[in-house]
């Protein structure tokens, strides 16, 4: 009984930030919430037994990527005024869209037939994590390095400010 | 475990939805970023609980969920950098009003 109700809590707070993110019309204040909706997936990855996952969506979800998007909301904020209507004419099509997609997906997951067993979870699972990504996984680990260092370049390129000359010449 | 694998995808679902609703609705390129970020956070969800529930003995959905986080820390950091130098230039973060291609 008491995993369902903080099972409902924690959808309750997760699903409630989401719908909090998309719909709030202060792009700052929908940040907020993302970290909120952010939170509750970690709880989510605590309930699953996995606290590893856990501490990392709390270190680079909450601490890099949200920080980093309020950083952006503040440097470009000034032309979202509040008046400034936050969705687009589609959003309609939007709702109905994503409420089918939900559909589709819910009869589905409640259709499938998966292959639940129980097993506990392994003594040692960061241990045997990075044995597995050093072995089995060791090629997607090495692209995922090159994929970061290729993305680090590409974000200094792209955002940097052009020096003057290339600038008073466009 | 007393609660089952479902109300885990159908959570995972709901997240994606939400996130999708997002993506396709908002104006702001970054509210359209965050509802990515939904979208992502929905599928690792995934991912560890078929981990949990499937095959706890081998570590491969986790691993599968850092490389979605590794996927998605490099996807906002180019993202954002670009929303900013369109920003620069075009003095818009509205992605109606970025219509390079189409003039």
Do not use: C
């Amino acid at each position: 009984m008491v995993p369902v109700l903080v099972f409902a809590a924690i959808s309750l707070v997760t699903l409630g930030g989401a719908i909090a993110v998309v719909t709030n019309k202060n792009i700052l204040h929908s940040a907020y919430f993302l970290v909120l909706a952010f939170v509750g997936v970690a709880s989510v990855y605590v309930l699953l037994e996995a606290p590893f996952i856990a501490v990392i969506q709390v270190l680079i979800y909450i601490g890099a990527i949200a920080i980093l998007i309020i950083f952006a909301i503040m440097l470009t904020r000034r032309l979202m005024s509040k008046d400034m209507e936050e969705r687009n004419q589609q959003w309609i099509w939007a709702a109905l869209g994503a409420l089918l997609l939900f559909g589709v997906l819910g009869w589905l997951v409640y259709n499938a037939n998966w292959p639940v067993i129980e097993a506990a979870v392994p003594k040692e699972p960061i241990t045997l994590m990075g044995e597995e990504l050093l072995s089995t996984y060791v090629v997607p680990f090495e692209i995922a390095s090159v994929l970061l260092l290729a993305a680090l370049v590409g974000s200094i390129l792209i955002g940097r400010e052009k020096d003057q000359e290339s600038r008073s010449a466009e | 475990m007393s609660i089952p694998l479902s109300w885990f995808l159908v959570l995972a679902a709901a997240l994606f939805s939400i996130g999708l609703y997002g993506v396709l609705s908002r104006r702001n390129a970054i509210g359209i970023l965050m509802g990515i970020e939904l979208m992502l956070n929905a599928v690792n969800i995934n991912l560890v609980a078929f981990w949990r529930y499937i095959d706890p003995v081998k570590m491969t959905g986790q691993i599968f969920a850092l490389f979605v986080f590794t996927v998605a820390a490099a996807e906002v950091a180019v993202g954002l950098a670009l929303v900013i130098a369109i920003y620069r230039n075009r003095d818009t973060v509205v992605v109606e009003e970025i219509d390079l291609l189409k003039e």
